[in-house]
């Protein structure tokens, strides 16, 4: 079974980093592309950054140049470096993992709040 366990999340001000990591129980070049989504509250899901089996990176427009994603293969896990945070950065943010296409495996998220 499948099991993807985020952690990194918490409360802080306004300009400041965070680092969220996402631990996969096997081999994440298992997966097409792994990635992180966020939702925020009364918002729909919404794709932040992915990285490709290839490594390829891909941002959401809102994140780019702030978030970098990034992936450690001998610890099966993808980080989400999270610089110059926003309050609308504010959302429970989510790893998963695609596999034929389809974004099958997620984690059970961790919260992110930004203050001003």
């Known amino acids: 079974q499948v099991q993807l366990v985020e952690s990194g999340g918490g409360l802080v001000q306004a300009g400041r980093s965070l680092r969220l990591s996402c631990v996969a129980s096997?081999?994440?070049?298992?997966?097409?592309?792994m990635g992180w989504f966020r939702q925020a509250p009364g918002k729909d899901r919404e794709l932040v950054a992915r990285?490709?089996?290839?490594?390829?990176?891909d941002y959401d427009d809102s994140v780019k140049g702030r978030f970098t994603i990034s992936r450690d293969l001998a610890k099966n896990t993808v980080y989400l470096n999270m610089n110059s945070l926003k309050p609308e950065d504010t959302a429970v943010y989510y790893c998963?993992?695609?596999?034929?296409?389809?974004?099958?495996?997620w984690g059970q998220g961790t919260g992110v709040s930004v203050s001003s």
């Open positions: 096997g081999s994440i070049l298992r997966y097409d592309a």
């Open positions: 990285i490709g089996d290839d490594s390829a990176t």
């Open positions: 998963a993992a695609m596999n034929r296409a389809v974004w099958e495996f």
